[in-house]
């Protein structure tokens, strides 16, 4: 409270001197960073948001253009003022935010500006994930030539040439369009026979596997959609990647962003990345993928609560999820939606931390452990 009420104090005496101060800054740089360094510094609750308007009003009165500075968390997860124009694809069958495979990289971040983040996938590239906020989100991986080679999204942004969308089609009308999914994958000179998953469907279209998920609790309407060139999935030889520390983090940043991807579409408010929690998630996930066990509970007893606790994380409220097996994180996530008390995880109103943790067994099989809390 003695912090707020010497915040307002300052406030109102930069409110009521700021003629002095402005006769005083001859210098337009010098004036630019000192506005710059006030909005960067100064945590402003909104008990006196109005008070840094009116603050704000004068200097774009006096001729300073300024960004607008975030206020509260409901402002940043408020949806973009412009939906997205979708136009159909004209070279092949899907296409995301309006980009097909093959789209150069450049001309993508022409319109769309650079990725949020870049994170090494299964494929041995990277993903990199566009949003707002983690509003129409979706992930491109580039080729050697900085072509789409690997697209995702789990949002509306989905247009194709046979009326397939994301949130409205179902599986019965998507396989009577495509027709039934393939359930094998040959690599060099190995056959991987699929196992059948209601979750999801993988078809071979355009030189590409597609694999479109399904969401058991939506009435199996189609909830996201993955689309790899087959010359990308060609070039990875084996079903599983092998482990690397920038492997593990990348599956556990493409995890978490999933999350607030699907805690967007369903009105909630984004996550906290949090890497304390993370460490304790990682601990379980490598104690898994050591002793060969899969278990909310340790081989000593310890349920996530006491491991949390153990790792001072303070909490009031919080919770697990575990994954084990899956390809990546997509289907790590898209799998755990199909699960109702996972789903209640990743979809609860009051969580405001996650962190997310990532360890390999001998076989390279990832293990994940997601820990949420709210303190």
């Known amino acids: 409270m003695f912090r707020l009420l010497r915040l307002i104090a300052l406030l109102f005496l930069l409110y009521i001197s700021w003629p002095f101060i402005t006769k005083q800054l001859d210098n337009s740089d010098l004036h630019a960073n000192f506005v710059s360094s006030l909005k960067e510094n100064l945590e402003v609750p ?145 056959i991987y026979q699929l196992q059948e998953d209601s979750d999801n469907d993988l078809f071979l279209l355009d030189d590409a596997y597609v694999t479109i998920f399904y969401d058991k609790h939506e009435n199996n309407t189609v909830t996201a959609i993955q689309i790899i060139s087959k ?62 066990y899969f278990d909310h509970k340790n081989l000593q007893g310890q349920s996530p609560f006491d491991r949390m606790k153990e790792d001072a994380v303070a909490f009031h409220t919080a919770g697990e999820n575990l994954a084990y097996g899956q390809l990546s994180s997509i289907f790590a996530h898209e799998g755990l939606m199909n699960s109702i008390g996972h789903r209640e995880n990743i979809l609860r109103q009051d969580y405001e931390y996650l962190g997310v943790g990532v360890a390999f067994n001998e076989k390279s099989q990832p293990y994940y452990t997601q820990n949420y809390y709210a303190n």
Request: aromatic share 8%; net charge negative.
């Open 231 to 292: 010359t990308m999935e060609d070039n990875k030889k084996d079903f599983y990647t092998e482990s690397s520390p920038t492997l593990k983090e990348g599956l556990e940043y493409q995890m978490f962003d999933l999350t607030n991807a699907t805690r967007v579409n369903h009105q909630l408010p984004i996550l906290t990345w949090d890497d304390h929690v993370r460490e304790t998630a990682r601990e379980h996930s490598a104690d898994m993928a050591e002793n060969d």
């Open 46 to 190: 909104e008990t006196i948001s109005v008070l840094y308007d009116d603050i704000q009003q004068m200097l774009k009165q006096l001729g300073f253009q300024l960004e607008e500075m975030p206020l509260t968390q409901e402002k940043l997860n408020e949806a973009p003022e412009k939906k997205v124009e979708l136009t159909p694809p004209t070279k092949q069958t899907f296409s995301i935010h309006n980009i097909e495979l093959g789209n150069i990289k450049t001309d993508i971040e022409h319109n769309l500006g650079l990725a949020k983040r870049t994170s090494l996938n299964e494929y041995g590239v990277n993903w990199h994930a566009y949003h707002d906020n983690y509003h129409n989100f979706f992930m491109v991986m580039y080729d050697n030539n900085d072509q789409a080679a690997g697209l995702y999204t789990n949002q509306d942004l989905l247009t194709s040439t046979n009326g397939i969308k994301i949130g409205t089609s179902s599986k019965e009308s998507v396989r009577s369009i495509l027709g039934e999914p393939i359930t094998k994958v040959q690599k060099g000179m190995v």
